[in-house]
């Protein structure tokens, strides 16, 4: 049904082929050349129809406010000055937060 692949750092891409889904994803963090546009990929599936799934790309700037400048400031920053593990706590709030508002609790 699909495939999912990634960490080549600038692609993104889904497209079907001969009925198996192909899906890229450009890294499992936010901030490989500080592109806005790179991200972790969110795969969504349901128990009671495991024959779908839905997918998306939740880049740093879906998780917090650009206009931020401490926001702005950790994104830039050197990755030694703000590891990544420290973004990827972020990103596992934001995870949770989604699970509760669809289980209701």
């Given at each position: ?21 192909i ?51 950790l ?23 989604v ?7």
């Amino acid at each position: 049904m699909v495939m999912f692949f990634g960490h080549d750092h600038v692609n993104s891409y889904e497209f079907n082929y001969k009925g198996v889904d192909i899906v890229n994803t450009p890294g499992v963090g936010f901030r490989s050349y500080n592109s806005e546009e790179e991200g972790v990929r969110l795969i969504t599936l349901d128990e009671n129809k495991p024959d779908t799934y839905e997918t998306e790309l939740v880049t740093y700037f879906d998780l917090f406010d650009r206009n931020d400048p401490v926001t702005l400031n950790l994104f830039l920053s050197d990755s030694s000055t703000v590891p990544d593990s420290e973004h990827f706590g972020y990103f596992m709030k934001y995870i949770f937060s989604v699970i509760k508002s669809v289980l209701s609790f």
